[in-house]
């Protein structure tokens, strides 16, 4: 099929037309991720795909086809299963608090994987507030493996796991639209299935495509609303989370109901110097963790193995939110990094 008629089969998508098949969706992202897409025909399959939703067989071929692109990384055979954190959002409204989720994470010894963009592209991304924490981008994959062998925690820019969606990210962020590739960077496991993922949308329909495409793919993942843009738990108002393995989805949380509760001593500011000071105040325990954030850290506990019992989950999650600066040596081998910076202070 020409990239002619891939364009016609895409703007013909809708109730009556399927779209792409998986193996068509496939072979087309295959050419886009290689680089054998010409500019202009490219352009116009990216303003096409944005002026109706992916199909789940469409949305399939894409993860596959970037998924054979993506360099792998290794699990120790003696760690928790990692946990895998998309960073393409950012703060506009509310801080970007996806890196006080993830350096929980760390502090219990579960290794973690954030990948993203190094640009917020006017937002506060969670590469801004993570560097103000002292946790510097990988640059190359020997240096990911390092930070997760030694830290516990890495993160990789987009490029470094998949050069051609790094490309096709940066071009949709010039022509100002929503793309598939935004969608398929969410999906991106380096460990090959072996991780858990962390997956999150805006709205109720792209949650069920991402849901979907999931349960489809057998993967791992935790599923919930985001916060701008960030698989993070909203601070102030928890979201559905649904475990999704082996092909089934289980809700551990269901949505709080009701308006959102104040949290005292919540960070107002979004910039990401602010954010990292809030965030160092929260891992000492001198100000209090949100619940919707504790309770997502017990889904991830769950997930990840540290506890084949939810209920286990929650209560390790609360004790551990509020003893955090008791100087407790982290379980399972896991490292004391929350509250320093890493590699120096980066302000």
């Not at 801004?128 to 930070?147: C, K």
Request: overall charge negative.
């Amino acid at each position: 099929m020409s990239f002619t008629q891939y364009l016609k089969t895409i703007v013909a998508g809708g109730d009556q037309h399927p779209g792409l098949t998986e193996a068509e969706a496939h072979d087309l992202f295959s050419a886009m991720l290689d680089g054998g897409v010409p500019d202009v025909e490219l352009g116009a399959i990216f303003a096409a795909l944005s002026m109706r939703q992916e199909t789940a067989e469409e949305l399939i071929g894409f993860q596959r086809a970037c998924a054979e692109r993506v360099y792998a990384l290794d699990i120790a055979a003696e760690r928790l299963r990692p946990v895998v954190i998309p960073a393409y959002g950012g703060a506009r409204e509310s801080a970007n608090l996806l890196p006080l989720l993830a350096l929980l994470l760390q502090r219990l010894g579960i290794p973690v994987l954030v990948h993203g963009t190094l640009e917020g592209g006017g937002r506060v991304a969670a590469a801004y507030v993570l560097r103000e924490l002292g946790v510097m981008p990988s640059g190359n994959l020997r240096a990911a493996r390092t930070a997760l062998s030694e830290e516990g925690l890495a993160f990789v820019p987009t490029a470094v796991l998949c050069p051609g969606l790094a490309e096709m990210l940066a071009l949709k962020g010039r022509l100002g639209i929503r793309s598939s590739p935004h969608l398929v960077a969410k999906l991106i496991d380096p460990f090959g299935g072996e991780a858990v993922q962390l997956v999150g949308a805006s709205t109720a329909d792209r949650l069920e495509l991402l849901a979907e495409v999931l349960v489809s793919t057998g993967a791992r993942a935790l599923l919930l609303r985001s916060a701008e843009g960030e698989p993070v738990a909203n601070a102030l108002h928890r979201p559905q989370i649904d475990w999704i393995t082996d092909g089934t989805r289980t809700a551990l949380f269901e949505e709080e109901m009701g308006p959102g509760k104040a949290v005292h001593g919540l960070l107002t500011a979004v910039d990401a110097h602010a954010t990292a000071a809030w965030i160092r105040r929260a891992l000492a325990a001198e100000t209090p963790l949100p619940h919707p954030i504790v309770n997502q850290l017990a889904c991830c506990l769950y997930a990840c193995g540290y506890t084949d019992n939810m209920n286990q989950a929650k209560a390790i999650a609360a004790v551990e939110a509020g003893g955090l600066s008791t100087g407790r040596a982290p379980r399972r081998g896991g490292r004391n990094l929350g509250t320093e910076p890493r590699h120096g202070d980066a302000r």
